[in-house]
């Protein structure tokens, strides 16, 4: 998601997994215009400013090969290019300035399962080989890259600030029975570290949003979990884990369950998605925070289903179907179920982001499914007031204040976000954030810390459209 | 020690049978390096079946038991000379419901020590069918309880263990209705062949307590460990629970039953 064409909407660019890619242009009124791109096997699409000319870009991950940049030329137009330097076959992406130095970087995961399969064993002799690599950009354009793990199977990759030192983590959400890795930004370099007891054990996504306005980032990742627990539901499932049953291993922190990632008292980490009630919420992929209902409280939204006719033989089509979840943050620690949103769609879904797609205020959702048509959710819950901030440093190539963090300050607390191009399961985010205000909240101002570290505010800013901020 | 009456000098008050009578009541009455040697070569014989032959655990263990049948028969029948049915019948007990406790000890440490999965964290027996095995026995222990009382075994032990193993058989049956219930659904969806077995139960992490429509959203479905440990835990625990009482209410018995001679 992002204005590719500088006219105030957001536009889309999708990925194609079996055909082409293609952008959407919000043509307004929640009307779309398609655009093929030739390519397709996509994976993560992240809209960027990638090469810091101040036009957004839109960067393909396509898993057998190093991703593709699609440049914006203006006029619609893309100039398809390599990334200089990045040779992993990433599956995922994460875009993001941890050095500071005012361009983006870029963090690439590789599926190597995946890799395996469609390429045989011969991809791990290669050069680029499989893994975390971190790639920083030079000033001549070049990607200089530098492995931080040497295998993965990287569903997920997410750049957050969780320790509030200015500096990010980046945490990678790995399928199967590997565990997940995690890396702090510290003294220049990355440093791998190991902040949670417990993690989702096949992590299909990762996002981290501040649920309880604490000023505290949670973390959220996804897993495959049945969403009830009635025996028709659990009986869809059964097959599979029965033939599929959990190793474990002495030391394993892994579960087979939705993670929320809160940090206690002593500034160690505890899993309180289960006695939250967000431990569940099918065979999931994306999962993020987003105040679908403009309350102050970030909300949260799960997509699932998954097709495959060697596990799911037994149902029809091999499909398991399943209902999105939504899930609305009570303000009391508790998420309750929300299918009266609208958003349970039977689809099964991948990517999901969330933004204000007809500048009406509120949140708005697509979703890109596999095998059918994606869906766009326009939000009608009549919420209450909001504020959307994007930022802006223009004497940089991070032209999009990328690992930003902005506070709202209000006279009921501080609403935190970040900015990023990317979270969820290979989907990206707008860089154009989103506060919903707490009934009659007056804001007082909006504190900026930029990716640098220095920090600016705004006073007393309009609620109800979007403030830009520029450096 | 053989078997027949025991000496009266160890039935004194002032004898360790008097002060601990669950000792007198498991007392093998065969003579110990014969029992030695014989339970060495079944053990033996057990690793060799699921080793060698390759037998399932349940099935080798199934014919361990079924050796060791004959000296547990000669052992009870001369306990029912000596002691009367219903303390026979609560010495049967014991020793059973001591194996039922074995047979979840092995299932912790296959969880929690070899990290299986817990659909292979089976026991002894139990791999059989575990659904099955576990309620056919839990009704028994209760059935059995029943009678005891009935017999004359009443004591405020033996209540409490009755009313918690009820419980347990109570929750088994749950499990035994979904269990049924789930082998339809598959069946429904053309694969009876899978497994139904190891669904959570009232208990326990995804268990009705924990995950049921009626007590979301309060305190009930956060009580800790019984709504946040394993299934394998729960009955664990279960039955730890119910050999203990069970040796409280023995050794409570026996003691009445000596004193009044």
């Known amino acids: ?471 | 020690m053989s078997g027949g009456r025991l000496p009266m000098e160890r039935r004194s008050a002032g004898g360790y049978v008097a002060r601990y009578p669950l000792l007198a009541l498991l007392d093998p009455r065969a003579p110990a390096v014969p029992l030695l040697l014989a339970l060495s070569a079944g053990l033996a014989a057990w690793g060799g079946l699921v080793w060698a032959v390759g037998m399932p655990i349940w099935g080798a263990t199934t014919v361990l038991l079924a050796a060791a049948l004959p000296v547990g028969v000669r052992k009870w029948r001369a306990d029912l000379a000596v002691w009367g049915p219903a303390t026979t019948v609560l010495g049967v007990l014991v020793v059973l419901q001591g194996f039922h406790s074995l047979e979840h000890v092995v299932q912790w440490v296959q969880y929690h020590v070899l990290y299986q999965p817990p659909s292979q964290s089976s026991g002894l027996i139990s791999a059989a069918n575990v659904e099955w095995v576990h309620f056919v026995w839990n009704w028994i222990v209760v059935t059995l309880l029943v009678g005891l009382a009935r017999g004359g075994v009443r004591n405020r032990w033996s209540w409490l263990l009755l009313a918690w193993a009820g419980a347990h058989a109570a929750e088994h049956t749950y499990m035994m209705v979904r269990y049924l219930q789930m082998k339809q659904e598959l069946a429904g969806l053309g694969v009876p062949s899978i497994s139904a077995q190891g669904l959570p139960g009232f208990f326990g992490r995804d268990g009705w307590l924990a995950r049921g429509p009626v007590t979301q959203n309060t305190f009930l479905c956060r009580i800790p460990v019984a709504t946040t440990t394993s299934r394998l835990d729960v009955h664990f625990w279960w039955n730890t629970g119910e050999i203990l009482l069970l040796a409280a209410a023995a050794h409570v018995h026996l003691r009445r039953q000596f004193r009044s001679g």
């Open chain 1, 1 to 471: 998601m992002g204005d590719l064409d500088d006219d105030g909407d957001l536009d889309l660019a999708m990925g194609g997994l079996a055909g082409d890619d293609s952008i959407l242009w919000n043509e307004g009124g929640l009307h779309f215009r398609r655009q093929p791109l030739v390519g397709g096997g996509s994976r993560a699409v992240i809209v960027a400013d990638v090469d810091g000319d101040g036009g957004l870009d839109v960067l393909f991950a396509r898993h057998t090969l190093p991703p593709q940049l699609h440049r914006n030329l203006g006029g619609g137009r893309f100039g398809k290019l390599s990334l200089p330097g990045f040779e992993l076959k990433a599956y995922s992406l994460a875009l993001g300035d941890p050095d500071g130095d005012g361009d983006l970087d870029a963090v690439g995961g590789s599926y190597d399962a995946g890799l395996e399969k469609d390429l045989g064993y011969n991809f791990m002799f290669t050069h680029s080989g499989g893994g975390v690599m971190y790639y920083e950009r030079t000033d001549a354009g070049e990607y200089v890259g530098r492995r931080l793990a040497e295998g993965a199977e990287a569903l997920a990759l997410l750049l957050t600030d969780l320790d509030n030192d200015g500096a990010p983590e980046l945490l990678t959400g790995n399928d199967f029975g590997l565990p997940d890795y995690a890396h702090t930004w510290r003294d220049g370099d990355w440093a791998a570290y190991s902040p949670f007891r417990h993690t989702s054990h096949s992590t299909m996504s990762l996002d981290s949003g501040d649920v309880d306005n604490d000023g505290v980032l949670e973390v959220y990742s996804t897993d495959m979990k049945p969403i009830a627990r009635d025996v028709a539901t659990l009986a869809r499932w059964r097959p599979v884990m029965v033939r599929t049953p959990v190793d474990t291993f002495r030391g394993d922190k892994q579960i087979m369950e939705n993670v929320l990632q809160v940090r206690t008292r002593g500034g160690a980490y505890a899993n309180a998605a289960y006695d939250r009630v967000v431990d569940a919420t099918g065979w999931s992929w994306s999962g993020k925070f987003g105040d679908l209902d403009s309350d102050g409280l970030l909300d949260l939204y799960v997509v699932n289903g998954m097709i495959a006719a060697d596990l799911f033989g037994h149902l029809p089509g091999g499909e398991l179907v399943e209902a999105n979840q939504a899930m609305k943050n009570a303000g009391d620690g508790d998420f309750r179920r929300a299918p009266e949103w609208g958003l349970g769609s039977l689809s099964s879904g991948r990517a999901m982001s969330m933004a204000d797609l007809d500048n009406d205020g509120d949140l708005d959702v697509v979703v890109n499914n596999l095998e059918q048509p994606a869906e766009i959710f326009e939000n009608r819950l009549c919420g209450g007031v909001g504020l959307q901030v994007e930022l802006r440093q223009p004497d940089t190539r991070n032209t999009r204040a990328l690992g930003s963090t902005v506070r709202l300050h209000t006279d009921k607390g501080v609403l935190t976000r970040e900015v990023r191009a990317s979270s969820g399961y290979l989907s990206g985010d707008a860089a154009r954030l989103h506060f919903g205000l707490p009934k009659g909240a007056v804001v007082e101002r909006v504190e900026i810390l930029w990716p640098d570290g220095k920090g600016s505010s705004v006073a007393r800013p309009q609620t109800g459209g979007v403030l830009v901020v520029r450096r």
